[in-house]
Each structure stands twice: as structure tokens, then as C-alpha cells.
């Protein structure tokens, strides 16, 4: 059964979508430390499909939240954000966090990117991690964290957090994602989108800032797009960059 954790009381102007897909509750140290200012849901999107996750975020929306929202997104959540936005007349503004690429063309060379910034013990396990087809949650959950060690400039977390990553979600659910973008139609939605985008990116993450900032500049009127120094895929967790992050964020609230 789908979930959600909830900031402070109801109606909830703020909408945090965590990434993945699958990484439930990789976003709850973004929305606890935004629930100071406002009142914030964070949907566990464990739904196998595209579709299914818009429909949660629907119910969401409609039984917990005002006539509009903003919705922020990381990683896959920026996407999805994007995608509920174009078939919703109940979002005000989109904001973007570390976004993968909305082109194919900008898709070459992430690998190598990531690879770049692990040493040797990081690379072997990343490439058996890879290879591995059991013990998906387990090995996705690994993987993840690997991830962020690498695409992370000055990675500092304070305190534990929970995360739940279910491997079957990220499996199906990137690959409807991929499809989406390999056939045009994930940039062609700005066609439908009709609120503001803000778009936060890293200097070290491992997804090409460029592959956000050129497509949507060219596709939409409201786009804003903002670089932080000395930060990678995870910004609230940089010890570098989480402050202006922070900052930066909330003035967009």
C-alpha cells in the first residue's frame, strides 16, 4: 500500500519527490529541513509504472493539498514532477534537483563520468554490482549509496536516515523513463507544462548540467536554471553547498 511522511499540518503547499525510481524516503532530510517554513508530503512512490506513480501523486495532491502545490524533485523525482505537470492543472512551479539529462545526446559519457570520480575498490564493486540479477533490493540499495559517494563533492551526513529501495520499481519504472526520453516525448510534455521551472544542478554530479539547462531554455518561457559550486547529486547533503543550496531553495518557495 502506497505511503506518504508529512511535515507539519494539512493542507500541504510543498510536494517533495524523492528519486530512485524505488529510493523511498531518499528525499526525507530535504523535506524535514523544509517543513520549518512550510508544510510539506513526501509520497513513497512504490508503484511499478510511470503511471501508477502519477496516480499516487494525484490522490496525493487532491486529498492532502490546497488547490495548487509546488513540487520539487530529485533526480527521478524531477522528472516525474515534470511528467505530473503536464497533465495537471494543480501545479504552480516545478523545482528541479539534480535532474538526469531530458536528451539522449547528453546521456554519452555519464558513465565515464561517474567512473572518473571512484578509486579502484569503488569501480570494482560498482561494475559487479552491476552485473548482479539477485537480490535486487539489497543490491540496489548498495548501489545507490555507491552512487552518491561518488557523484557527491564533499558528501557530509549528520545523522542516519531510512531509506526503503525496492528494485523491481527502479528496474521498470527507469525503463518506461528511458523509453520516454529516447523517443522525444519526455521534452516534447513542456508543451503541456504551463507553470514555472526552476532547475538546481551541481558542478561535480555525474548527469551533464547541460542536458538540462540547454533542452528546457529552449522549450519553455519560465525556466530558471541555477549552478552550485562544489556540489554533487545530493546538494542538501555537500558540506560545500548545502548552505547556499538552502537558501537559494527557500527563496523559491
Same mark, same amino acid.
Given at each position: 500500500?502506497?505511503?506518504?511522511?508529512?511535515?507539519?499540518?494539512?493542507?500541504?503547499?510543498?510536494?517533495?519527490?524523492?528519486?530512485?525510481?524505488?529510493?523511498?524516503?531518499?528525499? #526525507?532530510?530535504?523535506?524535514? +529541513?523544509? $517543513?520549518?517554513?512550510?508544510?510539506? =508530503?513526501?509520497?513513497?512512490? /512504490?508503484?511499478?509504472? !510511470?503511471?501508477?506513480?502519477?496516480?499516487?501523486?494525484?490522490?496525493?495532491?487532491?486529498?492532502?493539498?490546497?488547490?495548487?502545490?509546488?513540487?520539487?524533485?530529485?533526480?527521478?523525482?524531477?522528472?516525474?514532477?515534470?511528467?505530473?505537470?503536464?497533465?495537471?492543472?494543480?501545479?504552480?512551479?516545478?523545482?528541479?534537483?539534480?535532474?538526469?539529462?531530458?536528451?539522449?545526446?547528453?546521456?554519452?559519457?555519464?558513465?565515464?563520468?561517474?567512473?572518473?570520480?571512484?578509486?579502484?575498490?569503488?569501480?570494482?564493486?560498482?561494475?559487479?554490482?552491476?552485473?548482479?540479477?539477485?537480490?535486487?533490493?539489497?543490491?540496489?540499495?548498495?548501489? #545507490?549509496k555507491l552512487i552518491m +559517494?561518488? $557523484?557527491?563533492?564533499?558528501?557530509? =551526513?549528520?545523522?542516519?536516515? /531510512?531509506?526503503?529501495? !525496492?528494485?523491481?520499481?527502479?528496474?521498470?519504472?527507469?525503463?518506461?523513463?528511458?523509453?520516454?526520453?529516447?523517443?522525444?516525448?519526455?521534452?516534447?510534455?513542456?508543451?503541456?507544462?504551463?507553470?514555472?521551472?526552476?532547475?538546481?544542478?551541481?558542478?561535480?554530479?555525474?548527469?551533464?548540467?547541460?542536458?538540462?539547462?540547454?533542452?528546457?531554455?529552449?522549450?519553455?518561457?519560465?525556466?530558471k536554471f541555477i549552478i552550485?559550486?562544489?556540489?554533487?547529486?545530493?546538494?542538501?547533503?555537500?558540506?560545500?553547498?548545502?548552505?547556499?543550496?538552502?537558501?537559494?531553495?527557500?527563496?523559491?518557495?
Amino acid at each position: 500500500m502506497s505511503r506518504s511522511r508529512r511535515y507539519g499540518d494539512p493542507p500541504y503547499d510543498v510536494v517533495v519527490i524523492h528519486g530512485g525510481p524505488g529510493a523511498l524516503g531518499d528525499a #526525507g532530510p530535504l523535506a524535514e +529541513e523544509l $517543513s520549518e517554513e512550510n508544510s510539506v =508530503i513526501e509520497p513513497f512512490l /512504490d508503484q511499478v509504472s !510511470i503511471a501508477g506513480q502519477l496516480d499516487w501523486l494525484r490522490e496525493v495532491t487532491e486529498r492532502f493539498c490546497d488547490k495548487t502545490v509546488t513540487l520539487i524533485g530529485h533526480s527521478w523525482g524531477a522528472w516525474l514532477a515534470w511528467i505530473f505537470a503536464a497533465h495537471s492543472q494543480r501545479v504552480d512551479k516545478i523545482i528541479m534537483i539534480s535532474s538526469p539529462p531530458f536528451e539522449d545526446e547528453y546521456v554519452e559519457g555519464m558513465k565515464e563520468s561517474l567512473l572518473e570520480h571512484m578509486d579502484s575498490a569503488q569501480k570494482k564493486r560498482y561494475l559487479e554490482l552491476k552485473n548482479r540479477k539477485d537480490e535486487r533490493d539489497r543490491v540496489m540499495k548498495e548501489y #545507490g549509496k555507491l552512487i552518491m +559517494e561518488a $557523484s557527491s563533492y564533499d558528501l557530509t =551526513i549528520s545523522r542516519e536516515y /531510512d531509506v526503503e529501495v !525496492i528494485g523491481e520499481v527502479n528496474e521498470k519504472v527507469w525503463r518506461e523513463a528511458e523509453k520516454l526520453r529516447r523517443s522525444g516525448e519526455l521534452l516534447k510534455k513542456s508543451r503541456s507544462v504551463d507553470c514555472s521551472v526552476v532547475a538546481f544542478h551541481g558542478d561535480y554530479d555525474h548527469h551533464p548540467a547541460e542536458g538540462v539547462k540547454t533542452p528546457l531554455s529552449e522549450v519553455l518561457e519560465d525556466f530558471k536554471f541555477i549552478i552550485l559550486d562544489r556540489c554533487g547529486h545530493y546538494p542538501w547533503f555537500e558540506k560545500e553547498a548545502k548552505d547556499e543550496f538552502f537558501r537559494e531553495l527557500k527563496e523559491e518557495l
